[in-house]
């Protein structure tokens, strides 16, 4: 799910959620992203390439959400924000 190259970095928004993606599909074929639609966030477009389908997933489950910034996809995850993702991961 990582390649474990730096551990210790901080990781970003968009890193975290890619990382529960591949969890969840556990090397398997991953669900069909629920919404690709993303352009109802003002910063869509910064998304990384790679992680497009992993923040579709985790938008459409609603496992990352966004706020008046939009999604922050680049931003490095504050801890309340690790904490809040990972609740609403594990609740779905």
């Known amino acids: 799910i990582t390649d474990g190259t730096n551990p210790n970095a901080p990781i970003t928004r968009e890193q975290l959620v890619t990382i529960l993606w ?23 477009a910064q998304i990384s390439d790679w992680a497009r389908d992993a923040v579709a997933w985790a938008v459409g489950r609603g496992i990352l959400q966004g706020d008046a910034s939009g999604l922050r996809s680049g931003d490095n995850v504050k801890r309340s924000e690790v904490a ?9």
């Open 22 to 44: 591949r969890y969840y599909v556990g090397g398997g074929v991953p669900d069909a992203p629920q919404s690709r639609n993303l352009s109802g966030y003002t910063d869509s």
């Open 84 to 92: 809040a993702i990972l609740r609403r991961y594990t609740a779905g």
